[in-house]
RNA sequence: GCGGCCAUAGCUCAGUUGGUUAGAGCACAAGAUUGUGGAUCUUGGGGUCGCGGGUUCAAAUCCCGUUGGCCGCCCCA
């Protein structure tokens, strides 16, 4: 038996969880249909190169990269960012603005596996590209929000943590760092929430020392937790102009079109500004956000953000663009630890009894028309006591059963029983579909 | 890639200082019940004790290795 096991980081899904995982998929795509985004699909094997071209060489002991029998070098899909860029970046041309796209589907990164974190896992992917304004966060987020809450969770349970990179490099620039020393400084700073002081490292070893308050100014920056606090913060520096000036002001109100719009659509409350949050690699380029559980408990539910420049470098037009993604794995561990898993009732609306070998033709001739009319049907497929069909009539949750037995169709008829309530009734077959439809309520 | 804990039936778990043929509950199946129900009772099927090696007269139990799982570090698109 446990010859064969699953791979690491691997998952089976029976059909209970198969239901569930469904279930799932269903809000999310309901969703994003909601908000008109447009369902696409791409290949789950590509080249090798398109995630090398986007993440790097390094990126490589972390793909299920292998060479195909045609000598080529490919990789399953860690991502579909990369895919969509190409597609989109292949017509782009021909689509109306904006692009509004998303996808459901497996991704394979060859990691170790741990809690909230697969080898094999699904997202939902959610993409908006040919607007270079805050609207489109609004969008994505708005639709996050949605996914997420569609579940059951509410702004007690999660909420999105929003922040800027673009604020941070022209904050950075206003204060006197050189464009060069800007991705070191944000480097530091995703890893000043884990590390504290010590990841201050990061950047001085490349720049040379950091004076204490020059320390203290970059992590009193990411202490900033509203707008409002924003706004106060940085009041002096655009007072004083110049170009950082003046972009840190542009910026400031793309900031309040973004959180007004969120606030407007009523989704205030689940928004916490956090300027600690830069996400790991580099080629965001805008707002960034990630989805987290209040407790603290669980890994990022989802985490996306503006990559301007992506869908240029993997060969496109220069498309501005912002996306996001939902893993299936923390979600539905939070969905558990609260209780929020649906219970899914698989059942027939129909359960056949059947008297004999003789009655069994009538009732299979009967079953193929109830299935072709919509129904979900089930009989035995071995002849039984009236009893033992019963209680599998019940066991396996049926609304209806349908008896055929010898007397009844001698008059032309069956026997209709509802289960909840055992009232039974009899029907001559030639209303059969009639009589069903009345006790099941039409499909 | 590194470290800690764990692995007995489909599931949850017992299994004494190493000692005959490895158990329970749930689940599954058959019967009680040859035309009427999720109950009850009886019975049954199901195990290479993760896998491989070692120690021993004797290993689920002790030792080593290995695979897998969980947890943490690195990473997290």
């Not at 994003?32 to 002991?61: C, H, M, R, T």
């Not at 904050?171 to 890893?191: F, H, K, M, N, S």
């Not at 102009?241 to 910026?251: D, I, M, T």
């Not at 006591?385 to 059963?401: E, P, S, T, V």
Request: aromatic share 10%; with cysteine; glycine share 10%.
């Amino acid at each position: 038996m446990a010859q064969f096991q699953t791979l690491p980081g691997f998952r089976e899904f029976y059909p209970e969880e198969t239901a569930r995982r469904n279930h799932l998929f269903r809000l999310w795509r309901q969703a994003a249909v909601a908000a008109n985004f447009l369902e696409y699909d791409g290949p789950v094997l590509e080249p090798l190169e398109l995630y090398k071209a986007k993440s790097g060489e390094e990126i490589e002991q972390q793909l299920f990269s292998f060479e195909d029998k045609g000598g080529r070098a490919v990789s399953l899909r860690p991502e579909m960012t990369p895919t969509l860029c190409r597609m989109v970046g292949e017509r782009a041309g021909a689509m109306r603005r904006p692009i509004k796209w998303f996808n459901i589907g497996e991704h394979y990164r060859y990691e170790r596996a741990q809690k909230g974190r697969l080898r094999a896992f699904f997202q939902f992917n959610a993409d908006l590209l040919g607007e270079a304004g805050p609207e489109a966060e609004v969008e994505l987020i708005a639709l996050l929000i949605s996914c997420i809450a569609a579940t059951g969770l509410t702004e007690r349970d999660f909420f999105i943590r929003l922040s800027d990179r673009n604020l941070w490099f022209f904050y950075l620039q206003a204060i006197g760092y050189t464009e060069a020393q800007v991705p070191d400084v944000l480097g530091t700073i995703d890893r000043l929430e884990k590390q504290g002081d010590d990841a201050f490292k990061f950047f001085e070893e490349k720049h040379g020392p950091l004076a204490p308050e020059k320390r203290a100014e970059i992590a009193s920056f990411t202490k900033i937790n509203s707008l409002a606090a924003l706004e106060e913060r940085l009041a002096p520096v655009t007072a004083a102009g110049g170009a950082a000036a003046e972009a840190l002001a542009a910026r400031l109100a793309d900031w309040r079109t973004l959180l007004g719009g969120l606030e407007a659509m009523g989704y205030g409350a689940f928004i916490q500004v956090d300027l600690g949050v830069v996400r790991g690699l580099a080629y965001y380029t805008g707002f960034v956000f990630e989805a987290f559980d209040r407790s603290g408990e669980f890994r990022a539910i989802a985490g996306g953000g503006r990559y301007n420049n992506l869908v240029k470098k993997l060969g496109g037009p220069d498309l501005p663009a912002a996306g996001f993604a939902i893993g299936d794995v923390v979600i539905t561990e939070m969905l558990k630890s609260k209780n929020l898993l649906p219970e899914i009732v698989s059942a027939p609306d129909i359960f056949c009894i059947i008297g004999g070998p003789a009655e069994r033709k009538v009732a299979l001739a009967d079953i193929r028309e109830l299935r072709a009319a919509g129904y979900r049907v089930e009989y035995p497929l071995k002849d039984a006591g009236f009893g033992k069909q019963f209680k599998q009539a019940d066991q396996n949750r049926a609304r209806l059963a349908i008896i055929y037995g010898g007397d009844e169709l001698a008059r032309g008829a069956v026997k209709m029983k509802l289960l909840a309530d055992a009232t039974e009734r009899e029907i001559r077959r030639d209303h059969l579909l009639q009589a069903v439809g009345e006790l099941l309520g039409k499909e």
